[in-house]
């Protein structure tokens, strides 16, 4: 079975927000949070141990493992799904 890494963009960032009462507070600390998430991976993209296939959409943002060791860090981040295909 094949692993595949995925960020689906919205359900991750934008459908969580709550929509019933939405603040700008809300909005920015959901954004934090977001953030927080994907600097790690950023970190990771900066050593050269992931990088993002292109697939011309971001939803979902596909993440390709280049170095192995960095596989169980990018399977830990709350931001990242695993697909079995």
């Given amino acids: 079975m094949f692993k595949t890494y995925v960020i689906w ?3 991750k960032y934008i459908d969580e927000i709550n ?9 920015v600390e959901k954004t934090k949070k977001t953030m927080k998430h994907l600097e790690k991976l950023k970190r990771l993209e900066d ?8 697939t011309g959409s ?28």
């Fill in 9 to 11: 963009w919205h359900s």
């Fill in 19 to 27: 929509r019933n009462t939405t603040t700008i507070a809300e909005i």
């Fill in 47 to 54: 050593a050269g141990k992931i990088k993002i296939k292109l």
């Fill in 58 to 85: 971001l939803n979902p943002i596909y993440i390709e493992l280049i170095n192995p060791s960095a596989e169980s860090e990018v399977a830990r981040n709350p931001l990242v799904e695993t697909m079995y295909e």
